[in-house]
């Protein structure tokens, strides 16, 4: 991709996450619960960038192998919820934050980001058998809890520790468009 998020060559997933000066697509995803404010976290698996801590909901890159028909972000994001967690949302569940972001902090990559919150009450939510290839684990935790870590501050009952969330999720936390679209849930 270029700087703008057009589509110039198909590389593999390998390579990307290899090589800085090649921008990749990618989607990210909180589940959550827009009654109750709680948000489910993933706890990641044996994976090749930041294993075993809790992250996102989901996420992932769109398919682009082919680019005469990418996969869109949207398809991107219900097929990684699915793929990792087990949790099918309808479209209409499934809400993009405005507008995309360059994520240059990560060492080894660059990512141009599309984030999205997929409306799930926690009665729809099935966290029977989520334990995939990719996810050890789920927990729904509280957003302020979440949102506390990013900001350094955690209150005395805040049950998650910061050495143990993806520093990735913390930081797209307090960027301002990902900031502004996660507090309205807040309880």
């Not at 390579?15 to 959550?32: D, F, G, Q």
Request: glycine letters at 4%.
């Amino acid at each position: 991709m270029d700087s703008r998020g057009s589509i110039v060559s198909a590389v593999s997933r390998e390579i990307a996450h290899k090589n800085k000066e090649r921008i990749h697509p990618a989607v990210r995803i909180l589940v959550l619960d827009p009654n109750t404010g709680r948000t489910l976290l993933q706890f990641r698996g044996n994976k090749d960038l930041d294993p075993h801590c809790w992250d996102y909901s989901g996420g992932g890159h769109p398919t682009v192998l082919n680019t005469d028909k990418p996969e869109t972000y949207k398809q991107a994001a219900i097929r990684e919820l699915e793929e990792e967690i087990r949790l099918k949302p309808n479209t209409y569940q499934l809400k993009r934050i405005p507008g995309h972001e360059l994520d240059e902090d990560e060492p080894t990559q660059s990512e141009w980001i599309t984030w999205f919150i997929a409306e799930i009450p926690e009665n729809e939510m099935s966290l029977r058998e989520t334990k995939t290839v990719e996810v050890e684990k789920v927990m729904l935790v509280s957003l302020k809890h979440l949102l506390e870590m990013a900001d350094g501050n955690p209150s005395n009952d805040n049950p998650l520790k910061s050495e143990e969330i993806r520093p990735m999720l913390l930081r797209d936390l307090k960027r301002p468009r990902m900031r502004a679209a996660v507090e309205k849930y807040l309880k």
